[in-house]
């Protein structure tokens, strides 16, 4: 079974310029997180979507947004990028929406750098 | 005061020895723990989860939780130069879906 796929895998940007990314779950799974790594630190909730609907949403500014499809996939949007928002876009999967007891699975992320 | 805190390193430990990984956390509606150990440019993998007070052994790995101090530790026995990586603390808080907080993680260098 394939595991979460990301793409792009890399990605560069121009401040201002608009990105989105891309995330397919793992088969069956109808949870998709989102979480932003900057280099040395921990990665940070962003969204969470279950079921096509947000569950959750993390300390970001509204350039930030998020959609999850029929078919459970997901994209990150991100408007108006800045310089700060260079980091690894991790996506994450899960079986549930509440509570996932045996944790994600994440994808392989998407370095985006913002020059 | 971060929610989940780890010592950055690095820790430095002797191929074959123990290595002690801590973690404290501030919410007392944390309910879940979770270990991720994460390779130089790649994505976290979970090694391991706790809920419950107490030890949890899977292989060369036990997860420590002390609910009461707040605290949640990894030890890597036999520590081997392919666990150098750094490993991030995840906490799961009640009420608040499937969101995991992460620490900053602990750069770990097993030395042969």
């Known amino acids: 079974d394939a595991g979460v796929t990301q793409s792009p895998t890399h990605l560069i940007k121009t401040r201002g310029q608009h990105v989105t990314l891309r995330c397919s779950p793992i088969s069956g799974h109808k949870s998709v997180s989102w979480y932003q790594q900057v280099l040395g630190q921990g990665p940070q909730f962003i969204f969470q979507?279950?079921?096509?609907?947000?569950?959750g949403r993390g300390n970001f500014p509204d350039r930030f947004s998020a959609r999850q499809f029929p078919n459970y996939s997901s994209e990150l949007n991100v408007n108006a990028l800045l310089l700060g928002d260079s980091a690894l876009y991790l996506c994450?999967?899960?079986?549930?929406?509440?509570?996932?007891?045996?944790?994600?699975?994440f994808g392989s992320g998407t370095r985006l750098t913002v020059v | 005061q971060k929610e989940v805190e780890q010592n950055s390193g690095p820790l430095s430990v002797p191929e074959g020895a123990i290595a002690s990984l801590n973690c404290t956390y501030s919410d007392r509606g944390s309910q879940s723990f979770f270990w991720y150990r994460q390779y130089s440019g790649k994505s976290p993998e979970l090694i391991m989860f706790i809920y419950s007070n107490g030890d949890k052994e899977d292989g060369r790995f036990t997860a420590q939780l002390n609910k009461a101090s707040q605290y949640v530790s990894l030890l890597i026995r036999d520590s081997q130069p392919s666990d150098s990586a750094t490993y991030l603390c995840?906490?799961?808080?009640?009420?608040?879906?499937?969101?995991?907080?992460f620490g900053g993680g602990t750069r770990l260098m097993v030395k042969p």
């Open positions: 994450a999967s899960s079986l549930e929406g509440l509570g996932a007891p045996n944790g994600y699975t």
């Open positions: 979507y279950y079921e096509k609907e947000e569950r």
């Open positions: 995840a906490v799961q808080i009640a009420n608040a879906g499937n969101m995991l907080t």
